[in-house]
């Protein structure tokens, strides 16, 4: 979502005539969007504006802004300690960042926009036609949560849920469709908690779908309590949608889930995950993990291990528990660093494991990839397969924007590398 909001500043930003350079020196106006879901984040600020001061040592000061997550949660701490800080805007105030650089042209104190406005932010947004060009784009539909998880800041950096209008994302995806996207991924903190008058994401999915030159829509990221039987079905009746579903578990273990209030239950989760495999066979997950949350044991560990040897996650994000102020796991006592880091070891071995071993299945299988952009100063072209993949082939012919068939001939932990099949030999699909 910080990479949407990115290209949402930037259309902004080219109203007042402010464009993207090319190197750090070059600019005259930063702006840093930040996240804050794990510790660390706010470090990065202060390191990147060390850089840029360092940069800009006995010249001109430039504008400097801080945008996103941690302005939302450390706008004040920051502005307080860093005076070289000029403005902190946090993610639902964004819309007012081209106004706030013509204040601080005519150098005004230091500011702070933090007020949870969504409705005002897509509201102005959507007088900006957005004007992202690549072939796979994405589309914010829905904002904030309300589920509380006991670990997470977003509840309260990004606000309550918000919906935007079925009319407003219909008129932004054939706005990107019309700029040469193919593949359009819909956003939200919890995109299945979509609701604007009764639609739900299901409907999204059905009317975007529609948009002729669009050949692919993919979703992140759901939450298991909100995965309802129209989204299941949206699976088995839209061929364009993707036949990956990235659905945060967090745990194996039923006690730690209750823990952490995620408000379902792993018997709940793998429901969800059967019937999806019953309606589109070739279905494939991966999901999000956190390790070593405060009261996880060892059983309750190897519970998270056997979910990931029993449902074989293509892909997984997985982090050890980060305590985040404000959150109300923060003052929960946690395990001990070293236990933490050798569980996230341990986990992350298998999980990769798993993931070579799906790769390695591949070789020899025929996988249908849209091809996103040239490889620089090579004849090779990157594109990914319906499962994310990433893949890359050489070809003499400007492949972007076209869905081929490859055949997979190597693969690594990251990448696979294929070569286009001729229309004669087209079986054996990877599945
Ligand atoms: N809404 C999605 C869900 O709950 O299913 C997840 C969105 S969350 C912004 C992205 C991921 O960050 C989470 O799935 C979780 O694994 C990770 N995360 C959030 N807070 C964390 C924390 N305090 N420590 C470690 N990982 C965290
Ligand atoms: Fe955070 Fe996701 Fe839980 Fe919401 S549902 S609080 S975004 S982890």
Do not use: W
């Not at 000029?86 to 081209?98: N, T």
Request: hydrophobic fraction near 35%; aromatic fraction near 10%; include cysteine.
């Amino acid at each position: 979502m910080n990479e949407y909001d990115s290209n949402r500043i930037l259309d902004l930003t080219k109203k007042i005539n402010y464009t993207p350079t090319k190197t750090l020196s070059e600019a005259n106006c930063y702006i840093l969007n930040t996240c804050h879901i794990r510790e660390k984040a706010t470090d990065k600020v202060y390191h990147d504006i060390g850089r840029i001061k360092k940069e800009f040592r006995n010249k001109i000061k430039p504008i400097v802004i801080v945008t996103g997550c941690v302005a939302q949660a450390e706008g004040d701490i920051l502005l307080k300690k860093e005076k070289y800080i000029d403005a902190v805007i946090g993610p639902q105030s964004y819309h007012q960042i081209h106004d706030t650089i013509l204040k601080l042209e005519k150098k005004k104190p230091q500011l702070n926009f933090t007020e949870f406005d969504v409705i005002e932010k897509f509201d102005k947004l959507n007088s900006f036609k957005n004007s992202d060009n690549k072939i796979s784009s994405f589309l914010t539909i829905q904002e904030g949560c309300d589920k509380f998880c006991k670990f997470c800041v977003v509840p309260y950096t990004r606000g309550p849920e918000y919906s935007r209008s079925l009319k407003e994302i219909l008129l932004e995806a054939n706005q990107l469709v019309n700029n040469g996207a193919k593949e359009i991924t819909l956003l939200g903190q919890n995109v299945n908690a979509y609701n604007f008058e009764s639609k739900k994401l299901s409907d999204i999915i059905l009317e975007i779908s529609k948009i002729k030159n669009l050949k692919r829509i993919r979703y992140t990221t759901s939450h298991p309590s909100d995965f309802s039987k129209d989204l299941i079905d949206a699976h088995k009746n839209c061929e364009k949608l993707m036949p990956l579903v990235h659905l945060p578990v967090q745990s194996g273990s039923n006690k730690v889930l209750r823990a952490m209030n995620r408000k379902h239950t792993i018997e709940e989760y793998l429901k969800i995950v059967e019937k999806l495999i019953e309606f589109r066979p070739n279905i494939k997950f991966s999901s999000d993990f956190i390790i070593g949350y405060p009261t996880e044991t060892y059983e309750d560990f190897q519970q998270t291990l056997k979910l990931m040897e029993n449902l074989k996650f293509i892909n997984s994000y997985s982090f050890i528990f980060s305590a985040r102020p404000g959150t109300p796991a923060y003052n929960l006592k946690m395990i001990s660093e070293k236990e933490a880091k050798e569980r996230l070891i341990e986990f992350q071995t298998l999980a990769d494991k798993i993931k070579i071993n799906y790769r390695k299945e591949l070789i020899n299988k025929n996988t249908k990839v849209l091809f996103e952009n040239k490889v620089k100063n090579e004849s090779k072209y990157f594109g990914r397969d319906e499962y994310f993949n990433s893949v890359i082939v050489e070809s003499k012919n400007n492949l972007i924007g076209k869905i081929k068939d490859i055949k997979i001939l190597t693969v690594n932990q990251n990448t696979l590398f294929g070569e286009i099949v001729s229309n004669l030999n087209q079986t054996n699909y990877a599945a």
